[in-house]
Structure formats: structure tokens, C-alpha cells
T-cell receptor, first 113, second 114 residues
Framework: GESVGLHLPTLSVQEGDNSIINCAYS??????FIWYKQESGKGPQFIID?????DKRQGQRVTVLLNKTVKHLSLQIAATQPGDSAVYFC????????????FGAGTRLFVKA | DGGITQSPKYLFRKEGQNVTLSCEQN?????MYWYRQDPGQGLRLIYY???????QKGDIAEGYSVSREKKESFPLTVTSAQKNPTAFYLC?????????????FGDGTRLSIL
């Protein structure tokens, strides 16, 4: 997804609730999508990925949904925990442009105890 | 444990000085990348390397230089020509540039100007 400016979109959820983080990707030719989690002062960690021939993929407590029609990606986190507090961003790659990866600016998730 | 090690964690640059950020990986990955992260923005690609002794400019290469003399190492030099070097720098790698795979990241170096 693309964000403009210095302030990240923020999502605040209660511990135990489900979180949904959204991402609008830019290139209709992109065929591989990744969600990363970045904690303060650390590098991004891979969470889950999905290829364009799928519209849903599930991992442990996380689900990624892909809607190619509207170029939208979402990350669902079930039973959100305080350790889930971080910045989450999506990335898109296609086999054009040499498999260049485009990263969104991210969404900051706060989990309230 | 396999991974990517970046050092130092914090770095300060004086005006007119070149500084070098280290990136080492023991994942046996061919492709390595350097990104710059600024507040509220997505990662921007500085340089990337697909194989030893080969590297290509990314979107914001001006004021930076790299080398790839060994598969495991991809150091980034921030030169005095980079007028706004304050940022969080991330190194990444993956098996092969020409495929759809996630990149693995180090824990970054935060560079500031003295």
C-alpha cells in the first residue's frame, strides 16, 4: 500500500479482538504479495505471503486475503496479543521490472491490554 | 542460526565524512539489497546485487556506493555527496533475484549526522 506523509495510519485494538490491516497495491501486474511485521528498532520480519492465483491463505493466527479486482490486500490477525504491536506493511512483486519489490509505508497496530 | 547481521546498530557521521555500513549473511543467498527507511515512507531501494562482483543502482543510489567481493558480504558506503543521510538503513537478501520470494532482513543501522 501507499501512504503519503510522515504519519502512518494507526489501528488500535483490544487484546483478544481480531485485527484487520488493509493495503492497496499499485501495480496490476504484481503477482506475489508479502506481509511483514516490523517492531521498533528492528528489521522487518516475514509473516505470510500469497500468490496471485490464490485469494486467501492462512497461517498461524494470520490470514491474508487478496482481491485482484480492486488491487486490495488485507491481513487478519486473530485474537490479537500485546506482542502483535508493531508496524505492518505489505509488499508486491511482479515478473516485470526485474522482480522489483514495492513496499508500502505500513500501518501501526496498537494492542490495548 | 542463519541470518543477516548488520553493524553497527547506530552510526554518526560528521560533515564531509564517508561512513560504511556492514551487512553479512550466512543464508547462502545470491541476491542482496540495501534499503533506506524514512518515517512514514515505504522502503526505498538504494542498490542491489544478484551475484558476486555485480551490483545495480536502485531508485535512490546517488550519494551511495557498494561492493560485492564475497557472496556473504554487501557493505554500503554513505558518501559525503549524500546530503540527507539521516535514516534507518536495512540490508536484505534472498535466494535469487529473479523469482518471487520473500526477502530476509537484518535489524538495521540507524545513521545520524553529528
Amino acid at each position: 500500500g501507499e501512504s503519503v506523509g510522515l504519519h502512518l495510519p494507526t489501528l488500535s485494538v483490544q487484546e483478544g479482538d481480531n485485527s484487520i490491516i488493509n493495503c492497496a497495491y499499485s501495480n496490476s501486474a504484481s503477482d506475489y504479495f508479502i506481509w511483514y511485521k516490523q517492531e521498533s528498532g528492528k528489521g522487518p520480519q516475514f509473516i505470510i505471503d500469497i500468490r496471485s492465483n490464490m485469494d486467501k491463505r492462512q497461517g498461524q493466527r494470520v490470514t491474508v486475503l487478496l482481491n485482484k479486482t480492486v488491487k486490495h490486500l488485507s491481513l487478519q490477525i486473530a485474537a490479537t496479543q500485546p506482542g502483535d504491536s508493531a508496524v505492518y506493511f505489505c509488499a508486491e512483486t511482479g515478473n516485470t521490472g526485474g522482480f522489483k519489490t514495492i513496499f508500502g509505508a505500513g500501518t501501526r497496530l496498537f494492542v490495548k491490554a | 542460526d542463519g541470518g543477516i547481521t548488520q553493524s553497527p546498530k547506530y552510526l554518526f557521521r560528521k560533515e564531509g565524512q564517508n561512513v560504511t555500513l556492514s551487512c553479512e549473511q550466512n543464508l547462502n543467498h545470491d541476491a542482496m539489497y540495501w534499503y533506506r527507511q524514512d518515517p512514514g515512507q515505504g522502503l526505498r531501494l538504494i542498490y542491489y546485487s544478484q551475484i558476486v562482483n555485480d551490483f545495480q543502482k536502485g531508485d535512490i543510489a546517488e550519494g551511495y556506493s557498494v561492493s560485492r567481493e564475497k557472496k556473504e558480504s554487501f557493505p554500503l558506503t554513505v558518501t559525503s555527496a549524500q546530503k540527507n543521510p539521516t535514516a534507518f538503513y536495512l540490508c536484505a537478501s534472498r535466494w535469487d533475484r529473479n523469482s518471487n520470494q520473500p526477502q530476509h532482513f537484518g535489524d538495521g543501522t540507524r545513521l545520524s549526522i553529528l
